[in-house]
């Protein structure tokens, strides 16, 4: 069983920075393709960015030059730093790992950027 767990999460103000951090249990992050999904009221979730397990990354044209996706292997955590954040970066950010055949998915975490 995979547990993934969201956390990092909050307010902040335009231009401000956070990270979020995905940390697992029943799997290894280093070794296997995850990503970060993210959801607005109203809206469909949509990718944020997936890193494979060899570490190749496919970001959305929004988020690139301004959010990086990283791992642990120390942690068994994957993490996001949102950098230059903007209103339309606000909702709820949810981790996702393909393990042995499934799609895992944590419980999300909120961000909200507003002034």
């Known amino acids: 069983q995979v547990r993934l767990q969201e956390s990092g999460g909050g307010s902040v103000q335009p231009g401000g920075s956070l990270t979020l951090t995905c940390r697992a249990s029943g799997s290894i992050v280093t070794i296997s393709n995850m990503g970060w999904y993210r959801q607005a009221p109203g809206n469909e979730r949509e990718l944020v960015v997936t890193?494979?397990?060899?570490?190749?990354?496919n970001y959305a044209d929004s988020v690139k030059g301004r959010f990086t996706v990283s791992r642990d292997r120390a942690w068994n955590a994957m993490y996001l730093r949102m950098n230059s954040l903007k209103s339309e970066d606000t909702g709820k950010y949810y981790c996702?790992?393909?393990?042995?055949?499934?799609?895992?998915w944590g419980q999300g975490t909120q961000v909200t950027v507003s002034s």
């Open positions: 890193i494979s397990g060899n570490g190749t990354t």
């Open positions: 996702t790992q393909r393990w042995r055949g499934h799609d895992w």
